[in-house]
Nanobody, 122 residues
Framework: QVQLVESGGGLVQPGGSLRLSCAAS????????MGWYRQAPGKDRELVATITSGGTTTYADSMKGRFTISRDNAKNTVYLQMNSLKPEDTAVYYC????????????????WGKGTLVTVSS
């Protein structure tokens, strides 16, 4: 069984920084893509950023220049460094990963973490 566990959320003042982490565990063969999504109160879940196992990244336009996604393939962990945070960044941040297990090596399955709350407020 595969699990994604996020950490690093919390309360931060506007202009501050936070670093989120997400570790994948279980019978993992490979993780082609890992990413972060967020859902603000009353809004749909939206893409924040993704990163491939080769290091190719994509970002939502509103996060470019402020957020940086990275990953440690050896640890099956993805990170999100968030700088210059704004009140509108307040949301639950979810980790997402396309994972191939040792059972399903030819097919990747989409997994989600339970989310970590980020609150940007003075």
């Amino acid at each position: 069984q595969v699990q994604l566990v996020e950490s690093g959320g919390g309360l931060v003042q506007p202009g501050g920084s936070l670093r989120l982490s997400c570790a994948a565990s279980g019978s993992i063969f490979s993780i082609p893509v890992m990413g972060w999504y967020r859902q603000a109160p009353g809004k749909d879940r939206e893409l924040v950023a993704t990163i491939t196992s080769g290091g190719t990244t994509t970002y939502a336009d509103s996060m470019k220049g402020r957020f940086t996604i990275s990953r440690d393939n050896a640890k099956n962990t993805v990170y999100l460094q968030m700088n210059s945070l704004k009140p509108e960044d307040t949301a639950v941040y979810y980790c997402n990963a396309d994972i191939r297990t040792f059972v399903t090596r030819s097919r990747a399955t989409d997994y989600w973490g339970k989310g970590t709350l980020v609150t940007v407020s003075s």
